[in-house]
């Protein structure tokens, strides 16, 4: 099938949202270029690469979104929808998005599903956690534990600051023959990540069938089918007896607002919930949230313009 890639140049604070304005208007998928997703080995910040500090300088200045839309009957309606919510941006938003410039130019299946790869190596996250993509070699070091990774559509590369956090924050809260429940599995990162750990069982859940066979298929190339199943469905409807000694959810703050309360019923006493992807202006909220649902607080995690929350039922 031929593709449409779409380009905007825009900055970290607006990446996120740009991403989103394209999987509303019909992309079937997109990617961030972005260098601060990339850790500089000279400025450590919590998690740290093993590959070529030469990458981050080849790396464009701008923060590029890139989006695929298919070269369908319906690519000039979604165009015009673009184009009309980036004017909308440039007027609301000003210069703090930055140039919001759109550039086009056609691809292949092939294409837009193996470019984003190059800038996807190796890294560690927390101490022990090393995530791999599958296609890349790595030499593990004495306690290494590794998260052989292809998120191929779903969310969770590991790059991103949301899953970086809950990884090291898991380090923290697995221990050896826990069960764990992932909420919003995306790709199965932080499920796989779990289990390396030591847990006995995890149950990875999401609403996104898709999600949930990218999961499968990252659990199976880790042999880890007999500790971790992934489910399609909510947790809180489809699963209500399900129990756990550690819940993680990379989600939304809107989602975890909502979901702190119930979620307790599935934790067992003195267990832990991890709760990401929480933007910073959200913080506050998410903290308020869950101190009136009863957890107590154990850590407050940032990376860039994210928060992440370690808590104790």
């Not at 975890?256 to 959200?282: D, K, M, Q, T």
């Amino acid at each position: 099938m031929e593709w449409l890639e779409l380009i905007v140049s825009t900055n970290t604070l607006y990446s996120d949202t740009v991403s989103q304005l394209f999987t509303q208007c019909g992309a079937e998928g997109t990617m961030i270029e972005d260098r601060a997703d990339i850790p500089d080995p000279d400025n450590p910040h919590g998690y740290w690469e093993i590959i070529d500090p030469a990458l981050i300088a080849s790396m464009p200045e701008d923060v590029l979104v890139h989006a695929w839309l298919a070269a369908d009957s319906q690519l000039p309606d979604r165009l015009s929808a673009l184009e009309s919510a980036l004017k909308e941006m440039r007027r609301q938003a000003g210069d703090s998005a930055g140039k919001l410039q759109m550039t086009r130019r056609q691809a292949r299946d092939e294409d837009w599903n193996e470019i984003w790869k190059q800038y996807y190596k190796p890294f560690r996250a927390g101490t022990s956690l090393v995530v791999k993509p599958t296609w890349e070699a790595y030499e593990p070091k004495d306690g290494d534990l590794i998260i052989e990774m292809d998120p191929g559509m779903a969310f969770g590369s590991g790059t991103h600051e949301t899953t970086s956090m809950c990884l090291a924050l898991l380090e923290k809260a697995v221990r050896s023959g826990d069960t764990v429940i992932d909420v919003g599995t995306g790709s199965g990162i932080l499920a796989i990540g779990a289990a390396r750990l030591g847990a006995s069982r995890v149950l990875a859940v999401d609403i996104d069938e898709d999600a949930v066979r990218v999961a499968r298929e990252n659990i199976r190339h880790n042999g880890l089918e007999d500790r971790i199943e992934a489910r399609c469905g909510d947790l809180l409807s489809g699963e209500p007896e399900a129990l756990c000694q550690v819940c993680v959810a990379n989600i939304i703050a809107d989602v975890i607002v909502s979901f702190a309360a119930p979620l307790r019923a599935h934790i067992r006493e003195n267990g832990f919930f991890v709760a990401s992807g929480i933007i910073r202006e959200r913080t506050e909220e998410v903290r308020r949230a869950l101190l009136e649902a009863g957890y107590v607080i154990l850590e407050e995690m940032h990376r860039g313009e994210w928060t992440a929350f370690l808590s104790r039922r």
